[in-house]
């Protein structure tokens, strides 16, 4: 019995077809546009976390986390904030995160938590340490409630 009928696009054939495009809106923003403000806010990334006064991280991390690229043709943007955020992670001191992420209003530790999915889903990057990770999710659980892993899991749009 063959399956060739499997590598059929029956979606070709379906004029009532659900696209991607129509369940979220694009990032309003250009592409070169959305790189331009990655690098800016990579650029103030390290100035904050150079300085050793306290809450800089904290600070750092809600500056990463808003305005965070989505949307199709901003990967490399995307690429650039996931290392900034993995390089935040990786520098907090575990005593330092149920602090950090009270500090965070709703919407960013939504993006957090879609960031340490990310994270987790990334095979084989020097910077992506799980347990950094499965430390931070603890703790932003502990935070934010099971609504945030829901909000995440529903939302369409992919950091």
């Known amino acids: 019995m063959t399956d060739a009928f499997r590598k059929i696009d029956i979606d070709a054939f379906d004029e009532d077809v659900l696209l991607e495009s129509d369940l979220v809106d694009p990032d309003p923003r250009d592409p070169a546009t959305v790189l331009a403000d990655v690098k800016a806010k990579n650029t103030q990334l390290r100035s904050f976390l150079t300085k050793c006064v306290a809450g800089d991280t904290a600070g750092a991390l809600a500056l990463v986390l808003a305005d965070a690229p989505y949307g199709p043709n901003v990967d490399e943007a995307k ?24 500090s965070l209003p709703q919407d960013a530790q939504d993006t957090l938590m879609k960031y340490l999915y990310k994270g987790m889903g990334v095979q084989g990057e020097s910077d992506v340490n799980p347990s950094v990770l499965l430390s931070w999710h603890e703790k932003l659980t502990d935070v934010a409630g099971t609504g945030c892993i829901v909000r995440v899991m529903t939302d369409r749009r992919v950091v």
């Open 79 to 102: 690429a650039l904030n996931l290392a900034s955020v993995m390089l935040i992670l990786n520098s907090t001191k575990a005593a330092d995160i149920p602090n950090i992420v009270r």
